[in-house]
């Protein structure tokens, strides 16, 4: 079966003064189609599309330096940029300064071509880190190269490839948590708090005004989480067919007190990652109503007077049944309820398709 996906592998930095400089570019383009599109809107209402935008821009591929597909990716952008934010005029693309925009080339199929193991790209050959990726064996489709806030560049491209069925069995449930990350109902747990073991470090280099250090603390942050979350959710895919995961709102929660906890643990990244991993392995995911989990025993299926209640309840991290006698790590037990849930709501599921299903028979 086809499927696609995103590869991010990262360009040699003897490419950076190249890319920088096509960089400038691109915001050129970006700055004067967004002045162009204001104007229209201003004096005549009409909000131009991606094609309008286009014809404007014919013709100066060589004067520009980039390719026509890239000039007219950039119009395609900004027009879909601008319709989703309902504006007139979106922010200028800033190239230097305290407000710089970080680096963005977006380029099309047609436009790039793998020679060697190097991306040719406007008439020039990029060469890429080694990152275990075979890229003869993909298709390529469209993409974009990007800057992170330390100036890496990363070559980013759509792919084809032929995606196999994951041979796991069973299921699991997902309880997400803020001292631990996720914790299933095997029992493993996954302990984030990436940006708390580094927030000493971090406020040195802060208090110091070194922005670099800072810079490269927290790019350290995110990489350590992204690892330990890709990791787990491969593990999961690999050996689970079917995943089930509390359906807490990390939006709302960013709100409250705990949006520091929240923002450490990267609840939407590992829901991200499983849901796009489980879709390519043909694994069963879903996001299950997780209310009552955590005081529901997962033996006897109560409501015990002993369970973990309301906010004085958080510090409970083990807690025994006293309807049936169970003794229960808090968080197991929620994702064991999770588990339990999930395999309703599948339940759930089949009868309303065979309902369905009778219904368009009778129609019929």
């Not at 360009?11 to 890319?19: E, F």
């Not at 809107?41 to 821009?57: A, H, N, P």
């Not at 963005?104 to 190097?118: A, E, H, M, N, V």
Request: glycine share 8%; hydrophobic share 35%; proline share 1%.
């Amino acid at each position: 079966m086809k499927s696609t996906k995103t590869l991010k592998i990262r360009v040699k930095p003897k490419h950076n003064k190249k890319l920088n400089k096509m960089a400038l570019s691109v915001n050129g383009v970006w700055n004067y189609v967004n002045a162009l599109s204001y104007r229209s809107i201003r004096e005549k209402r009409v909000f131009m599309s991606g094609y309008d935008l286009q014809k404007y821009t014919a013709g100066s591929s060589i004067l520009i330096g980039l390719p026509s597909s890239t000039i007219d990716a950039i119009c395609t952008e900004f027009a879909i940029r601008r319709n989703k934010a309902k504006k007139a005029k979106l922010r200028w693309r800033v190239s230097k300064g305290a407000r710089k925009n970080l680096g963005w080339i977006p380029f099309k199929k047609q436009s790039i071509k793998l020679i060697d193991g190097k991306i040719r790209f406007n008439k020039m050959l990029f060469s890429m880190f080694d990152c275990g990726y075979n890229l003869e064996d993909y298709e390529l489709r469209s993409g974009n190269f990007n800057q992170d806030s330390k100036g890496n560049w990363f070559f980013n491209v759509v792919v084809h490839y032929e995606s196999t069925d994951s041979k796991g069995a069973g299921g699991v449930g997902i309880d997400l948590g803020c001292k631990e990350a996720a914790t299933d109902s095997d029992g493993t747990k996954v302990v984030g708090r990436e940006f708390r073991r580094l927030e000493e470090k971090l406020a040195v280099a802060q208090r110091s005004g070194n922005k670099a250090r800072a810079r490269a603390i927290h790019m350290k942050i995110k990489n350590r989480r992204k690892d330990t979350l890709h990791k787990y959710s491969r593990s999961l895919v690999d050996s689970k067919e079917f995943i089930f995961v509390g359906d807490v709102s990390s939006s709302k929660l960013t709100k409250t007190k705990m949006a520091k906890s929240v923002n450490d643990a990267g609840w939407y990244m590992l829901k991200t990652m499983l849901k796009y991993k489980s879709d390519h392995a043909s694994v069963v995911y879903r996001e299950v109503n997780e209310s009552y989990t955590t005081q529901t025993c997962s033996n006897c299926g109560t409501l015990p007077d002993s369970r973990p209640k309301g906010i004085a309840g958080l510090g409970m991290r083990e807690w025994s049944c006293s309807e049936c006698g169970a003794h229960h790590d808090r968080d197991i037990n929620a994702a064991k309820n999770i588990l339990e849930a999930g395999h309703r709501l599948l339940v759930e599921e089949k009868r309303s398709d065979k309902g369905a299903d009778s219904k368009r028979t009778n129609c019929a």
